[in-house]
């Protein structure tokens, strides 16, 4: 494909159909540190709409829709505003977010999703506001859709303010763009706009003349690729990370013997089997003394990344997480709260620790720091970010770091515009750097996952010949 794929159609500014009826929104202390990050750049793939249903249409229809869908979340058709004070607000006054209806007739849906090789790059063409940073939501539009008429597909890229929204948020909104597109006679869920939360505050954080930049090297040489887990794999790999729980072995009683990879003759044992069957041991068993599916799969990722890193054993590595603040409180938050309510856990390791001990060591490691990360835990995180308001330092400049975001849990699949499920999920170049994974569930559901995974080209090719990882891995066949 030519380094230059896509031709812009037509440019607009969407405005919400209704007027805003929201106050001022001072972002928060989990706003603010994200003011340094690109813009979040997310979109689906989509097979096209029915023939009777013109490329015209489809962008009018979504024009309409977008309207609308900003009645509802009318923080994303802001500006910011700066306080005489240093606060700075999101003022829902109804300037619109940007629209581009775009053209790729000559690349098809097979060419972008070729199994087993690198992400072409033309995604990065799908969307707008290519690199912005988050501060510019001062004079840019905090919001963008981009529509792309692909050969045999539709490509819907949505563009929105890391200061605005994290991953929980920018779904909502993307979901609900959706089912407004398809004709929904009913929103399933209102966003909250309250800001009477633990993570409002009335610190200031000073920001550099001339806006923060990003704390990365965006033009660092990458890969990324796609890799696909089925439930079975992700299954397999919590079998063995979970082969001793609560110090109970999960070897059979036949007295055959359990190796460090939670195998029995060479077999993967079911966890516990026979030990939760009693109503006694259903009751007294504790599910976060439980790794997780997806504390397995990191896990795992950690080592074969820090294994194709050939780091000194001394050197400490760091696995860093997002995690989603809503639950974790007490009380709890609004599940739609909107704006970002993310706090990171970093779990470091020696390289040496990683690669000599087994991994469901790896994976207990990073399972204890996410059970921990309970109402005390968050509220000191708030403490010490109010004592020293600081940007989020994205990247990797130790280079023995991984940074995990996005989640397989958000419905990315749930985004049907009234012509059937996305074929893909795909994002742009936004916040892209070594070490860089965002999680997606798999398109058929049920638990498996896709890892988006950005890495220098040595190292990419390094866990790509890594029997441990690869085996796991499986390639997706899209029903296009």
Known sequence: ??????????????????????????????????????YIQKGVLLTRPPPSFSFDDLVSSLRRSLSSTLSLFPALAGRFSTSPAGHIYIVCNDAGVDFVAASAKHVTVSDVLSPGKDVPLIFREFFVFERLVSYNGHHKPLAAVQVTELDDGIFVGCTV???????????????????????????????DFSRHTVFDSPAVLRVPPGGPRVTFDADQPLRERIFHFSREAIAKLKQRTNNRVNGIETAVNDGRKCNGNGEINGKITTVLEGFLKSDTNKKSYDRTAEISSFQSLSAQLWRSVTRARNLDPSKTTTFRMAVNCRHRLEPKMDPYYFGNAIQSIPTLASAGDLLSKDLRWS????????????????????????????????GNPDGASITMGSSPRFPMYDNDFGWGKPLAVRSGGANKFDGKISAFPGREGNGSVDLEVVLAPETMAGIENDPEFMQYVSEVTYDC
């Open 1 to 38: 494909m030519p380094s230059r794929s896509v031709t812009e159609i037509s440019k607009c500014i969407v405005y919400p159909e209704k007027k805003s009826t929201v106050s001022d929104l001072r972002l928060s202390v989990s706003d603010l540190p994200m003011l340094s990050c690109h």
């Open 161 to 191: 303010n890391h200061s605005v929204t994290d991953g929980t948020s920018f779904w909502h909104f993307f979901n609900t763009f959706a089912d407004v597109t398809s004709g929904a006679c009913k929103i399933k869920h209102l966003p």
């Open 363 to 394: 994976a207990d490691q990073l399972h204890k720091n996410v059970v921990a990360h309970d109402d005390a835990t968050v509220r000191s995180g708030i403490d010490a970010w109010e004592s020293n308001p600081r940007l989020f330092p994205l």
